[in-house]
């Protein structure tokens, strides 16, 4: 009785595991993607330009003071930032890509 118990655990274990490899290649995983849009690849730069630092935030639906947040500075930064009057630096960037919309810009 418990050799059959078992093999009936190992194929419906076989089953599920072979269920789930034949759909994992159709479906990427959460956040990844097998071809960015372009509205992302033109955001992947270093040095990002007021129109740019906006785009994103926009793309991400956050508001000038949710993107703040996630790059941990004020919304007064955040602002100046997409002003042109201040830069905005490559880590805060970066930071800001990865969390808010799951890439890092190339180098």
Avoid: C
């Amino acid at each position: 009785m418990k050799t059959t118990d078992n093999t009936q655990r190992e194929q419906a274990h076989d089953t599920s595991a072979s269920s789930a490899s034949a759909s994992s290649p159709s479906t990427p995983a959460p956040g990844a993607s097998t071809a960015s849009t372009p509205a992302r690849d033109s955001l992947a730069t270093i040095k990002p330009t007021p129109d740019q630092i906006r785009a994103a935030r926009t793309l991400a639906s956050h508001s000038q003071d949710e993107a703040a947040q996630l790059v941990h500075v004020t919304g007064r930064a955040w602002r100046r930032w997409e002003s042109g009057e201040r830069e905005i630096s490559g880590s805060a960037w970066e930071l800001y890509l990865i969390k808010a919309l799951g890439f890092a810009p190339i180098k």
